[in-house]
DNA sequence: ATGAAAGCGCTAACAT
DNA sequence: ATGTTAGCGCTTTCAT
């Protein structure tokens, strides 16, 4: 690993090797402005004989233009974001703009000094999760004068671009579902709340469906740490361990559902007739269980492909509201 | 959003309004150098008041020491890569290093495409799947003179860093332990095994320790496209249709015997008695079936902790192998 | 069509 | 302890 010290090749060894000026060699890299064909020819010649990669640091601070897109998420753990991720990056590629991104387990106030520290790279846009955000982040946000996308939760005010649709309406279907199907002995199992504040919000628009119909919600049990199957599975049997007679049980999210799901099938509760499951989120593996999961399916992939084509286009500040999808199952 | 336009703060407007030079501002943010503590709070202060943030792009440009480190990884649908982003994101933080990533779609040329372009931000290191690289990759990584890890696979040269463990030891564990429990009509199901070349080696290995037993593979079903539980599902449903008389199935992940546990689960197929399942990951949610998952437990979160803490201290080209554990489950 | 030269905002000698 | 200055490698006028 001697290689290790050597010196980059730089655009002034380029300009050398083929006869030209620097800014000949950076007009045809970036194939802008005027050169002859003869000219291109040298200058890529150099350019494969000395192995040149430009150096993308000198560039953006030349030309104070950003490519970076940095993304401030909670959790990797939460297939949310790796989906989000996903959709954003495939544009990001596309369009020469580069992801960056950090994870704030979260924390608002971890998210704060992952703000400050992205910024410090001067990107072309922060993403983010949720509307929820401490003043700090905010204001260190608004005087960056980068473009701003908060993700995934639209119950609330956008800073600059907001994507994604309402967790309230989500748990507002999800409510209107379970009562038109009959259920009334309802209850609700879930992680965190106070940090993940979609799913706070998910639950609250779902029990004021319910108390408007005069059915309220009969018990709770919040799990302690992230969401999980594993806490799915605990969560639910905790439940019934303490409030047996519930005929559906409302989940904060399909993992935690297929916990359930999965404690019903070792006990031998039958679903739905005994207990009816509902989740949040729409996963894949939802469909494939033998019998598939009642959820509402959440545009996560969409979600990052279309906030990248606001960034990369430089749209003007909007709300996008992708919506979701209530899907049946067969579990409620 | 007017804002979007204002001009950035200055390290030379924050020395300007504190009334230092330039490098007492730069001595002070950076807690490098020596300053009295009066010289400090002035700085400070003004850092506040105008509400500084440092460009790290010139701070970088300057220094030319980079604290930014690419991951180039395959995708971020297989849990594997968000799993290994979250270790390795989590002491980069702490470390205050950046990461920066792409998907390559398990395609070698996108991979030699993004380490190009990733090599343009000047990387302390360069983070990939596997050990298997086009020439172009390897060759212009070896040039970089930037470190470079290469993840989850022990079986090939490393170029500098590795760390992970042998998927041929997988492969071979898995074998060993279907035949020690007397299995001999044994099958698989797997997906695309030429651009995931870490199951093609875990298969073959499989394979070849089969047939030091003398147990041929009895049938394999390859589904088109990724892994996923779904195909798994289907995947094992057209083995079966094929060749009935199987007493256990190999699975190239989790992923997918998830999708074929479902699948017995659905049409009453006992299991372990009519029909074993084996998977390979262990993936949480394997161990909350009311059956856990038969599997090899990948140590997928520290080998992303383990790079990203070599990457940091700068440590000398190595090998590291964090095993894997093999889990009995109940499916096999 | 091409080159010269002035920055971009910072760090790192080198002075003092 | 602090200021001055010369770059880092590129882009971008502005000449020619």
């Known amino acids: 690993m001697e290689l290790r010290h050597q010196v980059a090749v730089t655009l002034a ?8 000026g620097e800014s000949t060699v950076s007009r045809v890299l970036r194939s802008h402005g005027s ?21 993308r640091i000198a560039g953006t601070l030349a030309s104070a233009g950003s490519r970076l897109v940095a993304f401030v998420i909670p959790s990797l753990s939460n297939i949310v974001f790796p ?14 703009h580069q992801a960056v991104f950090a994870v704030t387990d979260y924390d608002p106030q971890k998210e704060e000094a992952l703000v400050a520290s992205m910024l410090a790279w001067r990107p072309a846009a922060v993403v983010l999760a949720g509307c929820e955000h401490t003043e700090g982040t ?23 671009i907001a994507v994604g649709f309402s967790n309230r309406a989500a748990g507002h279907a999800s409510a209107e579902f379970l009562l038109t199907r009959g259920y009334r002995r309802i209850g609700y199992v879930g992680h965190d709340l106070i940090r993940d504040t979609r799913a706070g919000k ?25 969401s999980s199957v594993e806490n799915g599975q605990v969560g639910l049997e905790q439940l019934l361990a303490r409030t047996p007679a519930l005929d559906a049980v409302y989940f904060s999210n399909d993992d935690m ?8 099938l070792a006990r031998g509760i039958h679903i739905p007739s005994r207990l009816a499951l509902f989740g949040y989120n729409g996963l894949d593996i939802g469909r494939v269980t033998p019998q598939p ?31 979701f999808e209530l899907i049946e199952g067969a579990t409620a």
């Open 13 to 20: 060894e380029v300009a050398e090797a083929a006869g030209v």
């Open 35 to 55: 050169f002859s064909d003869k000219t291109r020819e040298r200058v890529m010649a150099a350019v494969e004989r000395l192995g040149y990669v430009p150096n």
């Open 83 to 96: 989906d989000v991720l996903r959709g954003a990056s495939a544009v990001l590629e596309e369009n020469r």
């Open 138 to 160: 905010a204001k260190m946000l608004r005087a960056s004068g980068c473009r701003i996308v908060e993700l995934l939760d639209l119950d609330g005010e956008a800073l600059d």
């Open 202 to 226: 998910r639950f609250k628009s779902f029990c004021e469906t319910l108390g408007m119909h005069d059915v309220p919600l009969v018990d709770r049990e919040i799990v302690a740490g992230a």
């Open 257 to 264: 559902a297929l916990g359930g799901y999965f404690h019903c």
């Open 293 to 323: 999961l009642s959820t509402v399916r959440t545009p996560r992939v969409a979600t990052g492909r279309v906030a990248a084509q606001l960034i990369v286009e430089n749209a003007p500040s909007q709300i996008v509201d992708l919506g």
